[in-house]
């Protein structure tokens, strides 16, 4: 099973679009998928348009039910164990537990049968990032076309290496996913150039603007279902193929 992190410190770079998507297009590659919300704005739930669920990672990471009797089916191949406002509060609770930065391993380690679980992180220094990163194997980076997004990939790697020095271990930076490219704009070749001089093979092909891409959340929508036919499905589709193909990660470090 692969555990995958989407993960940036700027908003609005397309971390949930890249989520949902990227998942839906591993599902309707009969992959089973497993998309985890960490975030408190609960963005994955309202994409797939899943507005009412009894229980959320809040009373999981609070301790008050099993993950496995929060995952609610989305699709088919494709489910979700939400995430909700109450993150700020189990949040709260988790920093004065032993072991914080490792609770992830433990209330979600029986969340098995899966070929991947992917989770949509916030855009913060938070704990429950903290938490992402050590869980998982791999990390993903969303990167729109603007010079701060590429501050912002910057400043995450260096992050990454103070807590892969401080925890012994950590998830590798796999892929680079550009966001939000339009040709027709200089600063999207500026981007690019630069993405690929300093991370090279890592990034991707970019996802390029599509409306249907802002739209379909609205709609609670996947963009396969909102727009098959539009740029948004190539795009996600092709990236899909791109991560279904990549050999699995090196073992971690223990």
């Known amino acids: 099973m692969r555990k995958i992190a989407i993960v940036g410190f700027k908003g609005g770079i397309g971390k949930t679009t890249t989520c949902v998507n990227l998942g839906a297009a591993l599902a309707l ?8 919300d960490t975030d408190t704005q609960a963005n994955v739930s309202t994409s797939l348009g899943i507005r009412d669920f009894e229980h959320s ?8 039910v099993e993950a496995r009797e929060c995952v609610i089916p989305a699709r088919k191949n494709l489910d979700l ?12 609770r988790m920093v004065v537990e032993l072991a914080r930065e490792r609770i992830f ?9 899966y070929d991947y679980q992917l989770l949509d992180c916030a855009p913060s220094l938070s704990l429950l990032t903290v938490n992402a990163v050590s869980y998982v194997d791999e990390i993903f980076i969303p990167v729109s076309m603007e010079m701060l997004a590429i501050a912002g990939a910057r400043d995450f790697m260096r ?13 590798a930076i796999r892929l680079i996913v550009p966001t939000f490219y339009d040709p027709r704009r200089r600063v999207s070749a500026m981007v690019m150039e630069t993405l690929s001089k300093e991370f090279g093979s890592r990034v991707t092909q970019p996802i390029r603007v599509d409306t249907k891409l802002s739209e379909a959340p609205g709609a ?3 963009i396969f279902e909102y727009m098959p036919s539009g740029r948004g499905a190539e795009d996600y589709a ?7 193909a990549m050999p699995p990660p090196r073992a971690r470090r223990p």
């Open 29 to 36: 590659s009969k992959r089973r998928v497993l998309l985890i």
């Open 57 to 64: 990672l809040t009373e999981v990471l609070l301790r008050k």
């Open 81 to 92: 164990l939400p995430g909700d406002l109450g993150l700020f509060r189990a949040q709260q």
């Open 105 to 113: 391993r433990d209330v979600l380690g029986g969340l098995n049968g």
């Open 159 to 171: 992050y990454l290496r103070d807590i892969t020095r401080i925890m012994g271990g950590g998830a």
């Open 220 to 222: 609670g929508k996947t």
């Open 238 to 244: 092709r990236l899909s193929q791109r991560v279904d």
